[in-house]
């Protein structure tokens, strides 16, 4: 770090700001193992948000909460073959426990696919146990070689969800419902825009039929896989026998998906909307929303600023124009021996959305002084009727997050590339999202991976593809069978 105030810039070296930002604003910090981390309270509460409002949302859509073991008899994953093969080089496996070789390894779960479907087949015998709809918030671990904190470390927290159908229709039907549900949390409480879409063959989660995937853009305009829903077809309740009577008398095997996001997210949302002065956190997301600092210069300015600051949270928290289960979150800093100054740049690193300065002039005017984080634009509020004008400003700060962002991708998608020369230069120089045509042969995009570091992210999802579909593949001039989504990724 150039000094010990200022943030290395995002224009310098944005994986340096990233890191330091993590480490700075009080995100996380280095396990003593390699590659894990810590989850200090600040990116604990804003994965605590993520949770909350997801876990809503997948119980509005008949989800159950449940958990499964840990530990996952190795035999398992070798049932299903593409699965095994994907996830064989990331698995952790205990051979020994309680002094003694194992008779079996058992494989730290780098996802539960294979000891839920065993259990499912437990559970299930007839169509009327269908659909099964469940949820897990767990811990996995997958043995990764490069990581980074929050976007890829070897323990990571999430959510994986796994469901059983009577039909493949209704498997698709969840499949892209869940992918729905993720677009709608990660834009309207996230604020970050994603484009949704079909992943390539080559892309697919090991053992899917189809994997669907919400990819986002990141201020260096490299792509991040946010999420993922699966199809997974009956590859799974083939292997651990997960059969149920229809109602037509005949024994089937059900149709299962998966689906799941991560705290990865904690990543994605700093690469979204960070700064050079920190952290910016959407309203809905941040612990603390409002932080109120008063600003005196005497003892006696001291408490009665003080109590004015309690008195205005007081009414802040109070206020239920958001409803009664969406109290605002509000903090006072009337920590003493530190200057104003030195609170604000404590508060900006860590992203308040908004700060309220208290000092004897706005007693005097009946007013007080806001702060927004992401724009920085500063004006008075009058005190009379504060709580609805703090409500409603969040609100469009919410809201002109998304914007920002949308207006930020936007800008670096390219969808006028006509030749291979042109989306090399594309790569080499700024990046983004290039819509172009493929003719849908995997050694073509293996090719293009090895050439440019670029990735299918997405065969699109209608509203997301270009009003002219390209008609030729943009790497050999044969005709495009699907147009696709380019970039690098994180």
Not at 462 to 477: L, W
Request: proline share 4%; hydrophobic share 40%.
């Amino acid at each position: 770090m150039a000094d010990d105030k200022k943030l290395t810039t995002r224009a310098d070296d944005f994986s340096a700001w990233y890191n330091e930002l993590v480490l700075r604003a009080e995100l996380a910090d280095y396990s003593p193992v390699k590659g894990s981390m810590v989850i200090r309270p600040n990116g604990y509460g804003i994965w605590e948000r993520m949770q909350r409002a997801l876990d809503d949302k997948f119980k509005e859509t008949g989800h159950r909460n449940a958990y499964f073991p840990l530990f996952i008899p190795e035999s398992f994953l070798k049932k299903e073959a593409q699965h095994v093969e994907g996830f064989a080089p990331e698995c952790a496996v205990v051979t020994h426990g309680g002094g003694k070789k194992l008779e079996e390894p058992l494989v730290v779960r780098p996802t539960s696919e294979t000891i839920i479907y065993h259990m499912f087949a437990k559970w299930v015998q007839s169509y009327r146990d269908l659909p099964l709809l469940i949820n897990q918030w767990a811990n996995v671990v997958r043995w990764e070689m490069r990581t980074r904190l929050f976007l890829r470390t070897l323990e990571f927290l999430w959510q994986e969800g796994h469901t059983a159908h009577a039909t493949h229709d209704e498997a698709e039907d969840e499949t892209r419902r869940m992918l729905g549900v993720y677009r709608d949390f990660m834009e309207n409480w996230m604020a970050m825009p994603v484009i949704t879409g079909q992943k390539t063959e080559s892309e697919k989660f090991a053992g899917a039929l189809r994997t669907y995937s919400c990819e986002a853009m990141m201020q260096d305009n490299k792509a991040l896989q946010a999420g993922t829903s699966h199809n997974l077809g009956q590859n799974f309740a083939k292997a651990f026998e997960l059969k149920f009577q229809a109602e037509s008398g005949e024994i089937e095997h059900a149709w299962n998906t998966s689906w799941g996001v991560s705290t990865r997210m904690v990543g994605g949302l700093v690469m979204t909307h960070g700064d050079d002065n920190g952290l910016v956190t959407p309203p809905r997301l941040a612990p603390i929303e409002v932080v109120i600092v008063p600003i005196w210069k005497s003892d006696d300015e001291r408490a009665r600023l003080t109590e004015a600051a309690m008195a205005l949270k007081a009414e802040l928290t109070d206020y239920n124009g958001r409803g009664a289960h969406d109290r605002l979150r509000v903090h006072v800093d009337a920590r003493e021996g530190l200057k104003p100054g030195a609170k604000y740049y404590e508060w900006e690193l860590q992203g308040v959305p908004l700060r309220l300065e208290l000092g004897p002039k706005d007693l005097e005017k009946g007013s007080v002084f806001s702060a927004r984080r992401d724009t920085r634009a500063k004006a008075a509020i009058p005190r009379e009727g504060v709580a609805a004008s703090v409500v409603a400003l969040l609100e469009t700060i919410q809201n002109d997050l998304l914007a920002a962002a949308k207006a930020r991708r936007d800008a670096n998608t390219h969808r006028n590339v006509t030749s291979y020369e042109e989306f090399k230069q594309i790569m080499e120089g700024p990046g983004g999202f290039v819509y172009a045509g493929w003719n849908g042969d995997p050694a073509v995009e293996a090719r293009v991976k090895e050439e440019t570091k670029a990735t299918i992210r997405v065969i699109p999802d209608a509203e997301f593809r270009s009003a002219e579909a390209p008609t030729k593949c943009i790497v050999t001039g044969e005709p495009a069978k699907y147009e696709v989504v380019w970039a690098k990724a994180y």
